[in-house]
């Protein structure tokens, strides 16, 4: 099986920040071929409006969770290896998929990251994946990328439909958000340095009530309104 050796990233809402510019140049200094997707493009301005979880994201900036959508219709029209703008690379990470339709990495001993994903067009996970997101996820409590990873592959058993392989930590999540955890047992491919934009968000309330009738709606918008007046 040919590996797809094309990165793909995703940058919503403007212009890139710094760290993102200096870890894609990077990439780009390394020799790598990758294609960034913006908004500015009318075809990812489609992609989004054709589904109504990314569509109803976009429009509240909750654009961290418009790109858990994106990251995944991309691969599925491409294929490749889908990265975070926030992943630097330390060594090539493309032998690892060899023979692979689907991979992906764990962050801890619990759950799965979609911050690195590697799959074909042809992968049957991406495919249910995708199929979560554009008919499902308005009416399940789930709404986290990682957690909607982890719930599909390991607790609904997707990673058993083809080949996939979901790496251990040290692969690519070496970084545990306040210092790299070295396994000498294990060379590390890529770094996730955790930017989390997603967390400053406005319109959480939407995210997590998405999936209730309207009184739930109300009582975790009135907890959010609260929440956010006594942070001031």
Request: proline share 2%; hydrophobic share 35%; with cysteine.
């Given at each position: 099986?040919?590996?797809?050796?094309?990165?793909?990233?995703?940058?919503?809402?403007?212009?890139?920040?710094?760290?993102?510019?200096?870890?894609?140049?990077?990439?780009?200094k390394?020799?790598?071929?990758?294609?960034?997707?913006?908004?500015?493009?009318?075809?990812?301005?489609?992609?989004?409006?054709?589904?109504?979880?990314?569509r109803?994201?976009?429009?509240?900036?909750?654009?961290?969770f418009?790109?858990?959508?994106?990251?995944?219709?991309?691969?599925?029209?491409?294929?490749?290896?889908?990265?975070?703008?926030?992943?630097?690379?330390?060594?090539?990470?493309?032998?690892?998929?060899?023979?692979?339709q689907?991979?992906?990495?764990?962050?801890?001993?619990?759950?799965?990251c979609?911050?690195?994903?590697?799959?074909?067009?042809?992968?049957?996970?991406?495919s249910?994946?995708?199929?979560?997101?554009?008919?499902?996820?308005?009416?399940?409590?789930?709404?986290?990328?990682?957690?909607?990873?982890?719930?599909?592959?390991?607790?609904?058993?997707?990673?058993?439909?083809?080949?996939?392989?979901?790496?251990?930590?040290?692969?690519?999540?070496?970084?545990?958000?306040?210092?790299v955890q070295?396994?000498?047992?294990?060379?590390?491919?890529?770094?996730?340095?955790?930017?989390?934009?997603?967390?400053?968000?406005?319109?959480?309330?939407?995210?997590?009530?998405?999936?209730q009738g309207?009184?739930?709606?109300?009582?975790?918008?009135?907890?959010?309104?609260?929440?956010?007046?006594?942070?001031?």
């Amino acid at each position: 099986m040919a590996i797809n050796k094309v990165i793909h990233a995703v940058w919503l809402g403007g212009k890139l920040n710094s760290f993102s510019s200096a870890c894609i140049d990077d990439w780009d200094k390394q020799g790598y071929t990758y294609k960034l997707w913006k908004d500015s493009d009318p075809f990812v301005v489609k992609l989004i409006n054709e589904c109504e979880f990314a569509r109803e994201c976009y429009e509240r900036k909750l654009y961290a969770f418009v790109t858990d959508y994106l990251r995944l219709k991309i691969l599925s029209l491409e294929g490749g290896l889908y990265l975070d703008t926030d992943v630097t690379i330390n060594k090539d990470p493309f032998p690892l998929f060899e023979n692979v339709q689907f991979a992906a990495g764990w962050e801890n001993e619990r759950n799965l990251c979609n911050a690195v994903i590697y799959a074909t067009t042809e992968s049957k996970i991406l495919s249910k994946l995708i199929y979560f997101y554009e008919h499902e996820i308005m009416r399940s409590p789930l709404y986290m990328g990682p957690e909607i990873l982890t719930t599909k592959l390991v607790e609904q058993d997707f990673q058993h439909v083809e080949a996939c392989t979901l790496f251990e930590q040290a692969y690519f999540y070496a970084y545990d958000g306040t210092t790299v955890q070295e396994n000498n047992e294990i060379e590390r491919y890529l770094t996730h340095w955790y930017q989390h934009s997603w967390k400053d968000s406005k319109g959480m309330s939407f995210i997590k009530s998405k999936h209730q009738g309207f009184f739930g709606k109300l009582y975790t918008y009135q907890k959010s309104f609260f929440r956010l007046r006594h942070k001031k």
